[in-house]
């Protein structure tokens, strides 16, 4: 299934500029295997060996992975991955 | 005595937050070495024209003065940094942080929680704006959140730009977060605000505190 995965400003020059792209797979670690298909270099901006790096967070719609199931979190159609990451700025 | 609030960072977000808390009658610690640049003007409401080449934190201090006389400001003309943080933002009863750089984000959370005080962290980039007030022992702290520091370079304002109406809401928010923290209200404590000024859209999501972070565990 595909869904709607929000891209934060840091990462867009890795989705040429998209603020938002499709995602496809099952579960939250699918999609990101999917993302790093079509937008390469995005799987390592958002995990690293232990998992999804420190410093981002994933939220599907309004809950963050990390208090779901992480990585192995289902998904179904209807739902928006948002990448959030620690920003500094203003 | 009225509370004094450190405000780290006198730009997009400290201009909007210290002018709300100045009139409310909350006394400022203004810190920021920087000053003024021209292309700072469409953001900084604080500043003017006539103030570009100033220190920030003395051109805001006269800024106040003019639009709520009688208000508390001292200025701070320096960044912060280890050797002196702690110093700097000694006797304050909360921080309100809007630097420009992810170390100081996080010196100010690991000083902050040495010394118990509370602070609220806020952020903005293009169209996006964050905010996370931390009060210690209640919800999540900076370092629950964003646990450390990225060893890669990160897009700031400097380089995505930043819009002028988002950086208001977010010192707004951070303002009202820090006067809730100063009447003892702890309810939006370990809350990440996420707001979208293109879609306008507000959200904002409760974190716990993490079990082994370095600032929140046995102490």
Same mark, same amino acid.
């Given at each position: 299934?595909?869904?709607?995965?929000?891209?934060?400003?840091?990462? !867009?020059? &890795?989705? #040429?500029?998209?603020?938002?792209?499709?995602?496809?797979?099952?579960?939250?670690?699918?999609?990101?295997?999917? $993302?790093?298909?079509?937008?390469?270099?995005?799987?390592? !901006?958002? &995990?690293? #060996?232990?998992?999804?790096?420190?410093?981002?967070?994933?939220?599907?719609?309004?809950?963050?992975?990390?208090? $779901?199931?992480?990585?192995?979190?289902?998904?179904?159609?209807?739902?928006?991955?948002?990448?959030?990451?620690?920003?500094?700025?203003? | 005595?009225?509370?004094?609030?450190?405000?780290?960072?006198?730009?997009?977000?400290?201009?909007?937050?210290?002018?709300?808390?100045?009139?409310?009658?909350?006394?400022?610690?203004?810190?920021?070495?920087?000053?003024?640049?021209?292309?700072?003007?469409?953001?900084?409401?604080?500043?003017?024209?006539?103030?570009?080449?100033?220190?920030?934190?003395?051109?805001?201090?006269?800024?106040?003065?003019?639009?709520?006389?009688?208000?508390?400001?001292?200025?701070?003309?320096?960044?912060?940094?280890?050797?002196?943080?702690?110093?700097?933002?000694?006797?304050?009863?909360?921080?309100?942080?809007?630097?420009?750089?992810?170390?100081?984000?996080?010196?100010?959370?690991?000083?902050?929680?040495?010394?118990?005080?509370?602070?609220?962290?806020?952020?903005?980039?293009?169209?996006?704006?964050?905010?996370?007030?931390?009060?210690?022992?209640?919800?999540?702290?900076?370092?629950?959140?964003?646990?450390?520091?990225?060893?890669?370079?990160?897009?700031?304002?400097?380089?995505?730009?930043?819009?002028?109406?988002?950086?208001?809401?977010?010192?707004?928010?951070?303002?009202?977060?820090?006067?809730?923290?100063?009447?003892?209200?702890?309810?939006?404590?370990?809350?990440?605000?996420?707001?979208?000024?293109?879609?306008?859209?507000?959200?904002?999501?409760?974190?716990?505190?993490?079990?082994?972070?370095?600032?929140?565990?046995?102490?």
């Amino acid at each position: 299934m595909a869904i709607t995965v929000r891209v934060p400003t840091q990462l !867009r020059t &890795l989705t #040429a500029g998209k603020e938002e792209v499709s995602g496809t797979g099952s579960t939250v670690g699918e999609i990101i295997d999917h $993302l790093e298909g079509a937008h390469p270099g995005i799987k390592d !901006r958002l &995990l690293d #060996a232990k998992g999804i790096r420190r410093f981002v967070n994933l939220y599907l719609n309004e809950d963050d992975v990390r208090f $779901l199931d992480g990585l192995n979190t289902p998904v179904k159609d209807t739902d928006t991955l948002t990448i959030v990451p620690a920003i500094a700025g203003g | 005595m009225s509370p004094i609030v450190a405000v780290i960072g006198v730009g997009g977000l400290g201009c909007p937050a210290a002018l709300a808390l100045a009139e409310a009658g909350v006394a400022l610690r203004l810190i920021d070495e920087d000053s003024v640049e021209r292309s700072n003007l469409h953001r900084q409401v604080l500043f003017t024209d006539a103030d570009v080449g100033r220190r920030k934190v003395e051109a805001a201090r006269d800024a106040i003065a003019k639009i709520a006389p009688g208000a508390r400001v001292e200025t701070r003309a320096e960044h912060l940094v280890p050797e002196s943080a702690e110093e700097l933002l000694r006797g304050v009863s909360a921080i309100v942080e809007g630097s420009d750089n992810l170390p100081t984000k996080f010196l100010t959370a690991d000083v902050a929680a040495g010394l118990r005080v509370p602070v609220v962290h806020g952020a903005c980039v293009a169209w996006h704006g964050t905010v996370l007030p931390v009060s210690w022992g209640d919800g999540a702290c900076y370092r629950c959140v964003f646990e450390e520091l990225p060893d890669e370079e990160m897009t700031n304002c400097a380089i995505a730009g930043v819009y002028g109406p988002v950086t208001s809401v977010i010192g707004a928010l951070m303002a009202a977060d820090a006067l809730r923290l100063l009447r003892g209200d702890r309810s939006t404590a370990g809350n990440l605000a996420r707001y979208d000024g293109w879609r306008q859209t507000f959200r904002s999501t409760r974190f716990p505190r993490r079990q082994g972070c370095p600032l929140c565990g046995e102490r």
